[in-house]
């Protein structure tokens, strides 16, 4: 098993594992989780002797070698040492967790995001890769906000999350970016090209993007100024998760980014005004912040920003010196923050509350705790003998040096900070002095003791290192500071003396002034400055990027919903009335070159033919003029404009066309006056009956803009059209070999069911399509309450007919002399379907038109004497038909594959008959009985059942009232 | 022609003859019903891996196949064609078609009568505008898809579902006229309606020919814009996904893309130096970002979030065709398979995600009360443990992670591999559109996993009195399907993309179609053709 | 002809299009018709206008592209006119539909704020 | 008598296109709408007039077929409006 | 224009192109008539009988010229014509009596008594206040 | 016999209407219009409640061919006076009205045949049958006489249809 990626995989394997566990036990999930990083903390440690040799771990594995992406594992010094703190913290922190977290809270869930976390962290820092280390970046970036929400039922869980998340995944969106960019410059996006690339990048003209992206990934991650203000929010995670996110791993992978990519992207004016200022603003805030905290971990969160400015000052300090003190006091800081925050979650645990306005003399309750946390603070705080205390000399040096002789104003901010986290760290451990505050605790004081065995012994551990450390630094860590350093450094390896006593100089001086600064400005801020009650932080009050954050967030929505309220409509007018525009507008703004304006010829005027759309047109227009209130009269009116089109087929060479939109039109007619039934009628408010409004009137007026528009842009094209030359097409093949191999004299016939079948075939499946949605929609149908009751008509009296059955109607009432005629018709109008379908291949005429004719002829039947009647003696069964004409047409086109020939492919048999001579029998013409089921079948579906809705009212008990509720309608009666 | 070509048909024929059968089961037969549709689907996806292979395994020439329907030579009949990205968007639409299937196995399908009739014809409808290399024939299979569509966005009758639809209806009617409308112009100016023989046509058209043509193309390209919501023209799109039934939105969100495919095969094809109307495409596409972005931020309901998410990365990709440089396609492809699978996964749990909301039950009466049905569904059987609670979040988490592009999901290596290619162009330098597409992508990104965050925590974490929902394995396995993909996608991303180069660079050479399909024969008369019919 | 058939198509598309605005769905529905009847009539005119020319194969003769109306436009008018007749039957049963549910005929499914 | 026949085709055209103005004219005017449906009607029937002598004018039989069927036919959609009119509706 | 010729009337014995287009005028004539019936005449029940002579006279004219020029054309006895007027006898009485009693019968409910509806005293006015 | 050609003339008159739309007499033709012909009816039956009119004797039929002349002359005289009355009188003395007709036929084909000559002739529309008296209400373009209309209407229509529709025939009448 390759090292690298089982040390990445083992956390997820025990997030899986941990998650799998029954809910309710806490050690076998801790166990799990447990197991899983203590065998990935042995791995890592083994690999110390070949790291310190200088030897670099590598793995490659291919993913998307198109755009150089492999999946590069890498393992040195800086990586290693990375891993070791991620593991080791992690498995103290998980030792912790099993007594810290309450039996009642989703523990599974707990311990498989930590890991999940954990492993995430391990892919940041194991990444050869920039593209791979951004996955993982991100990846941790959410597993941390599943863990910061982890209370989901807080309310400052979720903000603190949800902040935190945003924060940084917009940083890691800028990361990528920046690591894009950095990766388009260098040509890879493998870290050791990278790296290599120093020089070519830095001179680079994308260098400023890349270093600003980059930057700000980075110090978001690591709550750098001004992107701090998540950290502290973020607390409202359990505090394992602080302990171990907020202060030694997550917020540490920024700076071990800047590390990471210091030989590529440090050295010059931007890097160090860009990294260099924010961390020093963030070290002097933080510190500042921390001092004006009630809330114990609040204190350790901004003073966790501090530390972190801190390291992110030294790094963009850049000299190689500084590059190994911020490597130094990333570990130091680690050991001991997680040692503080879980003294905390102890405290927390035990007395219920990190107040410190509360909190008082725990030192007597818990002196062994108490100890502990006096040291990690000491060591916090920079006192000597303490692992703080060595990097924070190496920081002093380093700040006294940058400015020279002259410029001394870094040195002084950086005692400046040690002063304030002195004080700090004084009202940190001033909860264990004095009196026990028994009245103010949540719980009864003498149930404030000592935590369990295993709780405190993660801390004893840390707190050993930071005494090891700061005692003896060379033997403890030494080497490993050595082998990272080394990994960020290379050859360029500057000589250091990590002794605790350099002699008397300025570092050390500047240490005392902050020691005893810190202890004066303590007592004087307790004394002076009301520290312990006062609610905000003094001169920087205004400060408060969480609120800036939340006015953000606001903004953005708000802005985006402004956004979508000026473009963008719910309403299908304005949709309607955008599609003119960019319908008319479009082919003028992008066809180049416009077709040449033809000259209007009135030579071939011919009047009998504009009389014709004469007629045509002013039945459109009135048509739109009536269609509002008089739907009736705009139905007969459109009507009017069919008569006209079906009539120009005919004059203009085209039967088929004429034959069909004959037949649809009446149809058409039909199934409108079958639907109108059921809109209620809308009638023209007396209010409007004088002029508009203006508002409408521009409306109206805009609307006819827009028609007028649209109208003379398809004019024009039609004109366009008409008057070029006809080039070369297509259809003189169709012309010629229709007859010889088509087998048909009428082309246009011979178009629709052999050239291009495949057409026709999808366009019956519409028409079936159609009539399955309309009979599905109708089976679900409630009518208006306005038009359930039975149509005014049928309820005058002044009428005969009001009382009688559509049977009686059509026996002996109104209807009998007109049923004659209409159902004589019936045989007359079959034999005319069946002529229209069998000459349709060499004449106009075909399935459709057939179809038509044939629904046609069964739909007066049911206009004669009702739906009741007629089915009473004819099963129709439309969906079988539907299918049927499918079947056979899609069937006829296979045949052709029994042949060997591509489907549709027609062929004709010429049978030689006694008596009969010769006939042809083209396949085309069995597809065209399926086009003649299909649309016989579809049409009398969707006319159906719209008919059928009327016998639901018809079937209400008579005495129901006029109009009675569209719920208690009958069911639609089954078509069959 | 051998056998294996007939395989061409079979995407557009297993629909519809299904669909056909199943048009008498009117009421009844659930399972004889579901079991028929399941095999059609099957059947389809089973075709579309062998038209990958087939098409990817130099079985014909350039990876082109060509079925000449009816068997008449390629201009002047219906011709078929088959290449790499036809059978990606055939396997995309067939492993979708079976996610949603199987999700509409419990309820769905049950509901009212022929959702499994309509539910085919609108695969064949789909998979014959994918396969189709004829322009009104397009027109014909995008009437089947959109009829079916119509049918399918008002199954579950109730007054929501009707507003939409009305809307809807109304816009693809117009959209469909539009259709008609360019294809007329372009047969006038081209006299041919072959894609291909289009092509070939291209260069000998006169001056006044070429701008009707533009024209024509033109209005056909707001046809295919407003079936892929392209701003200002997509204003359907939220409102009829929020309200369309889960299984029927998870397959609108292909039909989005069917637009944008059209667009980019056509485009291809036609302008293939040109580049008539990239920049209109490209800046509309941006639009279309920033608007569907904002959309995201500013819906509270889940339906219309997806739908946003839907139109953002239609923007998207409509962006990137319009930015015209061929090796941003591939990335094009995956990000379109990638984000319609999420968008689909993420529509269908937001119905199970509705039942966190409030107790199970009484959504099941309040939803029965408004779909107007008689016949009761059965009840979903499946037990209510907090594992599905954590199945509900993490399959969430994932789709929120895809479409936002975050890693480590498909979502993230599509716009990686769009990013990649934006920043290394061929000839060197990155235009300024490209750097605002850059921002725009990441931008929308990052308002993406604003917007989802904001619905997941509301969902999950601040309504902690939910009681776990109850989930069937019917309704999970399908999620847990299409998200299974995206991880497929991502792990084997170096194959996915090898793929996708070649189908890439196989668009990218028109010549080859010209070729391949003009001169594809027919299959010959084994006799010579009797003397012609009579004719009367 | 070529002038007249070209305006009419233009004022047909025109009503179509103002009643399309409309707020109505009776309007709607009889705009969409009026406009397919506009955009039918243009496919068809592609094919340039004949008189007494219609498609068919003379018997006997062999026939003559250059004399018969050109009958691709007519094919695809007539699918154009099927499709055209399926999509006002959905439209119109939506529409009652919508009517019957929401009480309004207004497109929108609800009456706009005044 | 050829050009007197010819004369008298091109008179019927006109006068049936005439006609057919004239209905469009009662067809917009209304004002019942039982009147406009008579109109409908009457416009539908010198359209069967107008293509039987379109017929004559071309001496073609494809004509012949569009006559016939709005002579089968076309009554349908007016019995229809006036069944609406009457009833209410039209399917009972 | 020589469009007889085109069609092989140049062959047919002139008198037959005399009757039909004699037939043609009168049917058309007929027909221009009847429509300025529909257009002018005064109430509903007056127009009706505009259109009737449209149908019956006009329609009869033109198709007997029309059978004439066929059969004069083809030399062949063309009657196929004779279908449209039996379908024209079938449909057409329909028409009127249907759209006779709506008319009636609207006019009634809506109390247009004006209109023409009550004379003759066949339908007396309904009574006030329905 | 019967039960396969129950409706001889019916069959025959489609028969004719197939070969006149085809305008052939080829035996293929012949053959299909017949089954067209035999089959449409039967197909139908059961929509057709009254069945299909009945012609049983020869005598029947002259007075169904003596009628329908008659007829068409009345057509064509009642067509000119409309005519005269549109172009040339004064609208205002029209004397438009509806008037009462009592029947005596009941046979609704009859009743079918009298609609259709009475709608044919211009001038005079038909109305309905007034169900309490089995009245005619017949609308009369230009009305003179009331009683001449009622006693035309009954002698030279309605008595004639009742002779061809309502008398059967007699036992051993030659079967036209
Ligand atoms: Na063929
Ligand atoms: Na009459």
Redesign the interface.
């Given at each position: 098993m390759p090292l690298l990626p089982t040390l990445v995989l083992l956390p997820f394997v025990g997030a899986f594992v941990a998650l799998c566990m029954p809910g309710g036990s806490r050690t076998r999930p801790a166990a799990a989780a447990a197991i899983a990083t203590l065998a990935a903390l042995l791995l890592t440690i083994a690999q110390f002797g070949r790291i310190a040799g200088g030897e670099v771990l590598r793995m490659r594995a291919a993913w998307l070698p198109e755009a150089g992406l492999d999946l590069v594992w890498r393992m040195d010094g800086l990586a290693w040492l990375f891993s070791v703190i991620v593991l080791g913290i992690g498995l103290l922190v998980l030792v912790y967790a099993r007594y810290y977290m309450s039996r009642d809270d989703p523990l599974a869930r707990f311990f498989a995001c930590m890991l999940a976390f954990m492993g995430s962290m391990l892919g940041v820092v194991l990444s050869g890769n920039l593209i791979q280390l951004v996955v993982f970046w991100e990846l941790t970036s959410f597993t941390s906000f599943l863990l910061i929400g982890y209370w989901q039922q807080r309310n400052d869980a979720r903000r603190g999350a949800r902040m935190a998340f945003t924060v940084t995944t917009a940083g890691g969106l800028c990361l990528l970016a920046g690591m894009l960019i950095l990766g388009h410059i260098a040509g890879s996006y493998e870290l050791e090209a990278v790296l290599a690339a120093a020089s070519r990048i830095q001179a680079h003209a994308l260098y400023p993007a890349a270093l600003v992206l980059i930057a700000l990934g980075a110090l978001t991650k690591s709550a750098q100024f001004p992107f701090h203000f998540w950290l502290p929010h973020a607390m409202a995670a359990p505090t394992p998760v602080s302990a171990y996110l907020h202060s030694a791993t997550m917020v540490k992978a920024g700076v071990f980014l800047l590390m990471r990519l210091w030989p590529a992207l440090s050295g010059t004016e931007a890097w160090t005004w860009l990294i260099g200022g924010a961390g020093l603003c963030t070290l002097l805030l933080g510190s500042f912040y921390a001092i004006f905290q009630h809330d114990m971990k609040g204190l350790l969160a901004y003073s966790t920003i501090s530390h972190l400015g801190l390291i992110t000052v030294l790094l963009g300090i850049g000299t190689p010196l500084s590059v190994i003190a911020a490597v130094f006091h990333t570990m130091n800081h680690a050991i001991f923050k997680a040692s503080l925050f879980m003294a905390v979650g102890i405290v927390d645990h035990e007395t219920g509350t990190r107040d410190m306005r509360i909190l008082r003399g725990l030192g007597k309750a818990m002196p062994y705790t108490a100890a502990l946390a006096v040291v990690a603070s000491a060591a916090m705080a920079g006192v000597p003998l303490l692992n703080g205390f060595l990097s924070k000399e190496m920081f002093f040096a380093e700040a006294a040096l940058v400015g020279g002789t002259e410029d001394w104003s870094l040195a002084v901010a950086a005692t400046l900070m040690g002063i304030f986290s002195v004080a700090y760290s004084l009202r940190f451990i001033g909860v264990f002095f004095g009196p026990l505050a028994q009245d103010r605790l949540p719980r009864p004081a003498h149930t404030v003791h000592e935590p369990p065995r295993w709780m405190r012994f993660p801390v004893e551990c840390l707190v050993v290192l930071c005494i090891a450390v700061g005692v003896l630094p060379q033997r403890t860590i030494g080497d490993v500071l050595a082998v990272a350093a080394h990994a960020v450094l290379g050859p360029g390896m500057p000589e250091y003396d990590l002794a605790i006593w350099h002699g008397v100089n300025l570092p050390l001086l500047m240490s005392g002034v902050a020691l005893l600064g810190g202890c004066l400005f303590y007592v004087f801020l307790r004394r002076r400055a009301n520290l312990r009650q006062r609610t905000d932080v003094p001169l920087l009050h205004r400060l408060k990027g969480a609120q800036a954050y939340e006015n953000v967030m606001q903004w953005l929505s708000l802005g985006a919903a402004w956004l979508i309220r000026w473009t963008a409509t719910r309403r299908l007018q304005p949709q309607f009335r955008i599609l003119v525009v960019v319908l008319v507008a479009a082919p003028l703004l992008l066809a180049r070159p416009l077709p040449d304006w033809p000259r209007l010829q009135l030579a071939d005027f011919d009047p009998r033919f504009a009389s014709l759309w004469l007629i045509g047109a002013a039945c459109a227009v009135a048509a739109a003029w009536k269609a509002k209130y008089h739907r009736m009269a705009a139905l007969v009116m459109v009507g009017g404009t069919g008569i006209a089109t079906s009539i120009s087929f005919l004059w203009l060479s085209a039967p088929d066309l004429a034959l069909t939109q004959l037949m649809v039109e009446t149809v058409t007619t039909v199934l409108i006056l079958l639907g109108l039934r059921w809109l209620p009628l809308r009638r023209q408010p007396a209010a409007l009956a004088g002029p508009a409004p203006a508002s409408t009137q521009f409306r109206r007026g805009r609307d006819l803009l827009l028609a007028l528009a649209g109208g003379l842009g398809l004019a024009a094209l039609s004109h366009v059209v008409l008057t070029r030359p006809a080039g070369r097409s297509i259809s003189d093949f169709y012309v010629l070999r229709a007859l010889p191999e088509g087998g048909g004299a009428n082309v246009v016939n011979v178009l629709l069911v052999d050239f291009r079948g495949f057409d026709t075939m999808g366009e019956i499946t519409v028409l079936g399509v159609v009539a399955l949605t309309v009979y599905a929609l109708l089976r679900r149908f409630r009518p208006a309450p306005e038009s359930v009751a039975i149509p005014l008509q049928q309820a005058s009296d002044a009428d005969p007919a009001v009382g009688q059955t559509p049977a009686q109607q059509a026996g002996s009432g109104y209807l009998m002399i007109a049923g004659v005629y209409m159902r004589a018709l019936l045989p007359v109008m079959g034999l005319v379907a069946a002529y229209f379908f069998m000459r349709g291949h060499n004449l106009p005429g075909g399935g459709f038109v057939a179809g038509l004719i044939f629904a046609t002829a069964l739909i007066v039947q049911y206009m004669v004497a009702g739906t009741d009647w007629v089915e009473n003696r004819l099963r129709l069964r439309p969906h079988r038909w539907i299918a049927s004409g499918l079947g056979i047409a899609c069937g006829t086109g296979l045949g052709a594959w029994l042949v060997g020939y591509p489907f549709l492919t027609s062929h004709t048999a010429h049978l030689t008959l006694p008596l009969l001579g010769e006939i042809h029998v083209p396949s085309a013409f069995l597809f065209d009985l399926g086009v003649f089921l299909a649309v016989v079948g579809a049409t009398m579906l969707i006319l159906v059942a719209l008919a059928h809705q009327s016998l639901r009212s018809h079937r209400l008990p008579a005495g129901s009232g006029r109009a009675p509720a569209p719920s208690a309608l009958p069911p639609t009666k089954e078509i069959q | 022609m051998t056998p294996l070509d007939h395989l061409l048909l079979a995407p557009v024929l297993l629909p519809l003859l299904c669909g056909a059968v199943l048009v008498p089961l009117t009421e009844g037969w659930h399972r004889l019903k579901f079991a028929l549709g399941y095999a059609s689907v099957l059947g389809m996806l089973a075709s579309a891996l062998a038209l990958a292979a087939l098409t990817d395994g130099g079985y014909w020439q350039h990876g082109i196949g060509v079925y000449l329907a009816a068997n008449w030579a390629a201009p002047f009949g219906i011709a078929l064609v088959a290449d790499r990205l036809a059978a990606l968007m055939l396997l995309l639409t067939a492993l979708l078609a079976l996610a949603a299937l199987h999700f509409a196995r419990l309820r769905w399908g049950r509901i009212g009568v022929h959702f499994h009739s309509l539910f085919q014809f609108l695969l064949m409808g789909i998979n014959g505008a994918f396969l189709t290399h004829d322009l009104f024939n397009l027109f014909v299979f995008f009437e089947v898809m959109l009829a079916a569509s119509y049918g399918l966005v008002l199954h579950g009758y109730n007054a929501e579902r009707l507003r939409a639809s009305m809307q809807y209806i109304a816009i693809n009617l117009a959209a469909s006229l539009l259709f008609l409308i360019g294809a007329a112009l372009i047969y006038a100016a081209a006299g041919t309606l072959n894609m291909s023989d289009l092509a070939a046509r291209m260069a000998g058209l006169a001056p006044g020919a070429r701008g009707l043509f533009e024209i024509g193309a033109t209005v056909l390209a707001l046809a295919f814009l407003i079936k892929s919501a392209m701003w200002p023209l997509g204003f359907w799109l939220p409102t009829t996904y929020a309200a369309a039934s889960p299984p029927v939105a998870a397959m609108l969100v292909l039909m989005t893309k069917v637009g944008a495919y059209a667009i980019l095969r056509l485009w291809l094809l036609l302008f293939p130096q040109a580049g008539f109307g990239h920049d209109a495409l490209l800046w509309g596409g941006m639009a279309t970002i920033v608007f569907g972005a904002a959309g995201m931020l500013s819906s509270d309901n889940a339906g219309r979030l997806a739908g946003y998410g839907a139109v953002v990365s239609s923007g998207t990709l409509l962006a990137v065709i319009g930015y015209g440089q061929a090796t941003l396609v591939a990335g094009a492809l995956y990000y379109l398979a990638g984000s319609t699978l999420a968008i689909a996964a993420f529509l269908l749990l937001i119905e199970l995600i509705e039942r966190i909301r409030t107790p199970h039950a009484s959504v099941l009466a309040v939803t029965l009360e408004a779909w107007a049905v008689e016949d009761k569904p059965d009840e979903p059987v499946g037990r209510g443990v907090p594992a599905a609670m954590a199945f509900l979040a993490l399959s969430f988490a994932a789709c929120a992670m895809v479409i936002a592009g975050l890693p480590p999901l498909s979502g993230f290596v599509a716009k990686f591999s769009l990013f990649h290619a934006l920043l290394n162009p061929p000839q060197g330098t990155i235009a300024a559109a490209g750097w605002t597409l850059m921002a725009l992508i990441i931008g929308s990104g990052l308002v993406s996993v604003l917007s989802m965050m904001r619905f997941g925590v509301r969902t999950f974490w601040a309504n902690s009195g939910a009681a776990p929902p109850k989930l069937h394995r019917s309704e999970v396995l399908p999620v847990l399907f299409l998200l299974g993909l995206s991880v497929f996608m991502t792990v084997e991303a170096g194959s996915v993309f090898a793929w996708l180069d070649r189908a890439s660079e196989g668009i990218h050479r028109p010549q080859d179609y010209i070729g391949r399909v003009l001169g594809q024969p027919v299959v010959p008369s084994p006799v010579p053709q009797p003397a012609a019919a009579e004719a009367p | 002809m070529e002038a007249v058939i070209a305006i009419a198509i233009g004022v047909v598309f025109g009503a179509g299009i103002w009643l399309v605005l409309r707020p109505r769905s009776f309007q709607v529905l009889c705009g969409l018709m009026l406009m397919s009847y506009a955009v039918n009539l243009f496919i068809f005119i592609v094919g340039r206008l004949w008189i007494d020319r219609p498609p068919l194969t003379p018997a006997g003769s062999a026939p003559d592209p250059a004399a018969l109306a050109d009958p691709l436009p007519q094919a695809l008018v007539l699918t154009a006119i099927v499709i055209g007749f399926a999509t006002t039957a959905l439209y119109l049963v939506v529409m009652i539909g919508s009517r019957g549910l929401t009480g309004t005929d207004h497109v929108d499914g609800r009456e706009p704020e005044p | 008598m050829a050009t007197l026949l010819e004369l008298a085709v091109g008179y019927a055209l006109v006068c049936v296109l005439a006609a057919m103005l004239l209905c469009t004219l009662r067809l917009l005017a209304g004002p019942s709408a039982h009147d406009r449906v008579l109109a409908l009607d009457t416009l539908w029937m010198c359209g069967m007039l107008l293509s039987l002598v379109l017929g004559i004018r071309y001496g073609s039989q494809v004509y012949f077929e569009a006559a016939m069927l709005i002579a089968l036919l076309g009554f349908v959609s007016t019995v229809a409006l006036t069944k609406f009119l009457m009833r209410g509706e039209i399917i009972e | 224009m020589n469009?007889?010729g085109?069609?092989?009337?140049?062959q047919a014995p002139?008198?037959a192109?005399?009757v039909?287009?004699?037939l043609?005028?009168i049917?058309?004539?007929?027909?221009?008539?009847?429509?300025?019936?529909?257009?002018?005449?005064?109430?509903?029940?007056?127009?009706?009988?505009?259109?009737?002579?449209?149908?019956?006279?006009?329609?009869g004219s033109?198709?007997l010229?029309?059978m004439v020029?066929?059969t004069a054309?083809q030399s062949r006895p063309?009657?196929?014509?004779?279908?449209?007027a039996?379908?024209?006898?079938?449909?057409?009485?329909?028409?009127?009596?249907?759209?006779?009693?709506?008319?009636?019968?609207?006019?009634?409910?809506a109390r247009?008594l004006d209109?023409?509806?009550t004379?003759?005293?066949?339908?007396p006015a309904?009574p006030a206040g329905? | 016999m019967m039960r396969w050609l129950p409706y001889p003339f019916i069959s025959l008159g489609l028969l004719v209407l197939w070969l006149l739309l085809n305008q052939t007499v080829a035996p293929a033709h012949l053959l299909l219009g017949a089954a067209l012909g035999i089959a449409a009816p039967l197909l139908t039956r059961r929509l057709q409640p009254l069945g299909y009119p009945r012609l049983r004797t020869l005598a029947q039929f002259l007075a169904l061919v003596r009628l329908l002349a008659m007829a068409s002359v009345e057509v064509v005289r009642s067509c000119f006076s409309v005519c005269r009355i549109i172009l040339f009188a004064d609208y205002a003395g029209v004397n438009s009205q509806f008037i009462r007709v009592p029947l005596t036929l009941r046979d609704p084909h009859g009743l079918a045949l009298l609609s259709c000559l009475i709608n044919m002739t211009p001038g005079t529309v038909w109305v309905e049958i007034l169900p309490e008296r089995y009245e005619l209400s017949l609308h009369v373009f230009d009305l003179h006489d009331v009683q001449w209309w009622i006693a035309t209407i009954k002698n030279r229509y309605e008595q004639p249809l009742i002779d061809i529709f309502e008398t059967e025939a007699p036992p051993h009448g030659d079967p036209a």
């Open positions: - | - | - | - | 469009w007889l085109m069609h092989g009337l140049d002139p008198w192109l005399g039909a287009a004699l043609l005028v049917g058309a004539s007929i027909v221009l008539i009847g429509a300025l019936g529909l257009l002018r005449l005064h109430t509903f029940y007056q127009r009706i009988h505009g259109p009737a002579i449209t149908i019956t006279l006009g329609t033109i198709l010229a029309s020029v066929f054309a063309v009657v196929h014509e004779l279908i449209i039996v379908f024209l006898l079938m449909t057409a009485p329909v028409v009127s009596m249907l759209l006779m009693r709506a008319a009636v019968y609207r006019d009634l409910r247009r209109a023409g509806v004379a003759g005293g066949v339908y309904p329905e | -």
